[in-house]
């Protein structure tokens, strides 16, 4: 699908124009253009983008060929540029939906291939009133759609931290891993996909606050200098959000090794028991071992108080030793 809005001094002069009608603005100076493919035929792009705006070949088959890695790209009468949008689902935590922009001095081109909210919003802004605030040049109408799609990260963000205070508590707090009884082998598995979530955001986020540091640097030159502090101040929410990803990962790596710790001394605590149980029990196995062997031969089983005499001393050596591990702090 093509859609298209036409400004003329920040003002929404058209909407939707078909392509002839768009060769006939695309060069009428004073107007902004802004043409988004969502989900275009193979048609359409080769229609929009090799027609219509001529780009280059190599932007083209970045463009139309997925990536995982946001990138910036300069060109003579444009600027390329891969971003990711997120997408949050509560049952598969995020996903990222490829967002490419081509900005020019009187153009912004959008292609994607999934329907994004970022792309929806700007939208709905350009249609209704606000559209003299927004769309005076093509870099407003792209920090628009960065910093809604910044936005969109900030929700995921604060789910990952939600998700950490609980895992936090599975792994310290007894009572809740009691109460969930689960083994070390699920807790495991909580760890690695909240780590492979985390690892997931960072790689999308640091590349991504490179590509805007270099808009925010007043280097590109079709971002005009008015614009600069904006995409600072896009860059810093990225940094921000990059930062808190870290910060999440420092706490989940002491929140396991203190687990580790934990599951270590409990193991440590069963040892001692058993060892305890096993040291108490060492005169009776003795005794009962000496006397219960079979020689014909034994005088002291002869002795009429040798049953209450071996009794005797196997209670009072099983004492002794409960005695001596209690100092020792083994119960």
Request: hydrophobic share 45%; aromatic share 10%.
């Amino acid at each position: 699908m093509i859609r298209s809005f036409v400004f003329s001094e920040g003002k929404l002069a058209a909407e939707n124009l078909d392509l002839d009608a768009l060769k006939l603005v695309r060069f009428d100076k004073g107007l902004i253009i802004w043409v988004d493919l969502d989900q275009p035929t193979e048609e359409e792009t080769k229609a929009v983008l090799e027609n219509l705006f001529q780009f280059h070949p190599l932007s083209i088959e970045d463009c139309v060929t997925v990536s995982s890695i946001p990138k910036l790209e300069d060109y003579d009468d444009y600027s390329f540029l891969v971003m990711h949008a997120v997408d949050f689902n509560k049952s598969e935590k995020f996903h990222t939906h490829e967002l490419n922009l081509f900005i020019g001095k009187e153009f912004l081109v959008t292609y994607h291939q999934q329907d994004l909210r970022p792309i929806r919003a700007a939208m709905e802004r350009c249609s209704g009133k606000g559209s003299v605030q927004i769309a005076r040049g093509p870099d407003r109408l792209a920090h628009l759609l960065l910093d809604s799609l910044t936005d969109y990260y900030k929700p995921v963000i604060s789910e990952l931290g939600r998700e950490l205070d609980d895992l936090e508590d599975l792994l310290l707090d007894d009572d809740v891993a009691a109460a969930r009884k689960l083994n070390t082998k699920e807790v495991m598995a909580e760890m690695l996909s909240f780590r492979k979530d985390l690892s997931a955001l960072r790689q999308i986020v640091r590349p991504q606050r490179e590509v805007v540091y270099r808009l925010s640097r007043g280097e590109n030159k079709f971002i005009r200098p008015i614009l600069i502090p904006y995409y600072r101040d896009l860059h810093d929410d990225l940094n921000q959000i990059e930062q808190m990803a870290s910060s999440y990962n420092e706490r989940l790596l002491s929140s396991f090794d203190v687990y580790i710790n934990k599951t270590a001394y409990q193991t440590n605590e069963g040892i001692k028991v058993l060892t305890a149980l096993t040291a108490i029990t060492i005169p009776p196995i003795v005794l009962g071992g000496w006397f219960g062997m079979n020689f014909h031969n034994m005088p002291e089983l002869n002795f009429p108080y040798a049953y209450w005499a071996v009794m005797a001393v196997t209670i009072i050596s099983m004492v002794g030793m409960w005695i001596w591990l209690k100092k020792k702090n083994w119960f």
